[in-house]
């Protein structure tokens, strides 16, 4: 039972626990069991409270069963990447810096998804400040692919991705900065959408690049990203980037898109993004599985056309100016004085040494590297020249995807240039492991809406396709994603995500 339990869609789960079929303590306890007898080798999460979870669980139980008017998502069990804030459950960022840390209130989407009755299962892994591409620079532990291993899960939000493909939640939150929702889905087999910028609040999310920064969904199927997504959506007056216009309507969006429907919509294929001329880096099979969904597009009705966005090529010289460049400015508050870890303030030191001790022990190295590096794009005599060129390219990126909407109502690319690579492959090399946001980069300077959702596997291996749409268009992301995701299920006759179930029992 428990084992069918952890691979039940969230929606699955939702429906059930309305009709009185299954309780929520039966769920939480169900994946409570898996993370007990798997997250050992996995090391998808930081930080599990069970005692929480049963109680949280069984509030919902007794509240149900007192009549009580629910939504929909109460009783069923979540994940929460650790970069955002929980009231008095440790909150890391994945850094030394925050160990101990217990923040005194919730971030405003952890709010909104405990009112909304959602049991939290444990906070999740990630690259040190949401930096990275593969979880290994967390400063706390290795995360490992659930289809292999040896093999990384994807990053920042690896912990979340291997938790959800795995079945050590069902769903969960993550963020995405470059490609940190994006990314780890299509490493790990699942749906993962980074909403337009401003529409998810920042609020009580350790920040990043603020101007970057937004939380999504990540999740096993089209609906359930859907209907994690209209949880934590919607203006809130505490993050002065917010937009305020109404909650998007998502799930009805996937369920009419998974009829499959796609007459009257056309769809660009991005030259710059694996297209001719544009492989370097690209592995052939990653490529063969992203055209093969394009034709299923194609079959399913709609227009398909090349299209040209030549600025992308400079995304990610852009991005790894900017984003250090904001992110040298965030991090100047861990200054061991407001936050977790203090090294060194015995007495016999002033601040500024206390701060400096902190920081140099508090800070791994690739968030050091990030913050020289910002520190340096940023100052006089060399802002016009590094941080003021990327705003540059930034706008000529935004523009491509201006007059690209003229012609087509998506975008779509692969969403990584390649499978999942094994541990310690990349580590050693930082412009390797940045080659791995090729991609999803270009939606995340632009600030549109754009979906990861898998498109078959490569030796093996999960591969993602990516879906752009333009700004506060999210529901077409989830409408063509569905229309792919039900006719690969049509036509393979179960999940992608049951092939892992299945490799698993064979391996066992
Ligand atoms: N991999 C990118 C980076 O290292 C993106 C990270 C993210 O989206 N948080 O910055």
Redesign the pocket.
């Known amino acids: 039972m428990s084992a069918d339990l952890t691979t039940t869609s969230a929606a699955d789960l939702s429906r059930a626990l309305q009709a009185g079929d299954l309780s929520s303590a039966e769920v939480t306890r169900a994946y409570l069991d898996r993370i007990a007898a798997d997250d050992g080798e996995l090391g998808a999460y930081l930080h599990v409270d069970a005692e929480a979870a049963v109680t949280s669980a069984e509030a919902v139980d007794a509240a149900r069963a007192a009549g009580e008017e629910l939504g929909p998502l109460a009783g069923v069990p979540l994940a929460l990447k650790d970069v955002v804030v929980t009231a008095g459950v440790p909150t890391t960022s994945g850094s030394r810096i925050l160990e101990g840390w217990r923040p005194p209130y919730d971030a405003t989407l952890a709010a909104k998804l405990k009112a909304a009755g959602t049991v939290l299962l444990g906070k999740t892994n990630m ?1 040190e400040f ?4 593969s979880t290994e ?1 967390s400063a706390y532990q290795v995360t490992r692919n659930p289809w292999d291993r040896d093999r990384i899960p994807g ?3 690896g912990g979340s991705s291997a938790a959800v493909a795995g079945g050590l939640a069902p769903w969960s939150i993550g ?7 994006r ?1 780890p889905a299509a490493l790990t087999g699942l749906v993962g959408h980074k909403p337009t910028y401003g529409s998810v609040s920042r609020y009580g999310l350790v920040a ?2 603020s101007s ?2 937004q939380a999504g969904p990540m999740a096993r199927t089209v609906l359930d990203a859907a209907l994690l997504h209209e949880a934590i959506a919607g203006h809130d007056a505490h993050d002065s980037t917010s937009i305020d216009c109404p909650v998007p309507v998502l799930a009805e969006a996937a369920r009419r898109g998974a009829e499959g429907e796609l007459a009257g919509l056309t769809v660009g294929v991005v030259r710059e993004l694996g297209g001719e001329g544009h492989t370097d880096g690209y592995e052939d099979g990653v490529l063969d599985r992203f055209s093969a969904a394009v034709a299923l597009l194609e079959s399913m009705g709609a227009e398909v056309r090349e299209v040209s966005c030549p600025a992308f090529d400079l995304a990610l010289p852009a ?2 100016l900017i ?1 250090p460049s904001e992110a040298s400015s965030n991090l100047a508050r861990f200054d061991g004085v407001r936050y977790g870890l203090r090294v060194g303030d015995d007495g016999s030191r002033d601040l500024d040494e206390v701060m400096a001790l902190t920081r140099e022990q508090g800070f791994g190295p ?1 968030v050091k590297r ?1 913050i020289i590096l910002g520190t340096y794009a940023l100052s006089a005599g060399y802002y016009d020249a590094y941080y003021g060129q990327a705003q540059k390219v930034r706008t000529l990126i935004t523009r491509d995807f201006t007059s690209a909407w003229d012609d087509v109502d998506v975008l779509v690319s692969p969403t990584s240039p390649t499978v999942a690579w094994s541990i310690g492959a990349r580590v050693d090399d930082p412009i390797a ?2 080659a ?2 090729l991609c ?2 270009p939606a ?1 300077l632009a600030g549109v809406p754009a979906i990861s959702v898998p498109c078959g596997l490569s030796e093996g291996l999960p591969v993602g396709f990516q879906i752009m749409a333009p700004a506060l268009a999210d529901d077409r992301c989830y409408r063509v994603a569905a229309a792919l995701e039900a006719a690969q299920d049509a036509a393979r006759g179960h999940r992608l995500l049951d092939e892992l179930g299945a490799k698993e029992n064979t391996a066992s």
């Open positions: 690259d949401a930096m990275g591409s620079n990053g920042s939000s963020t995405d900065t470059g490609g940190s929702i990314q990043f690049s970057l920064d991005y790894y984003a690739e990030r492991m940045y791995a946001d999803t980069l995340s």
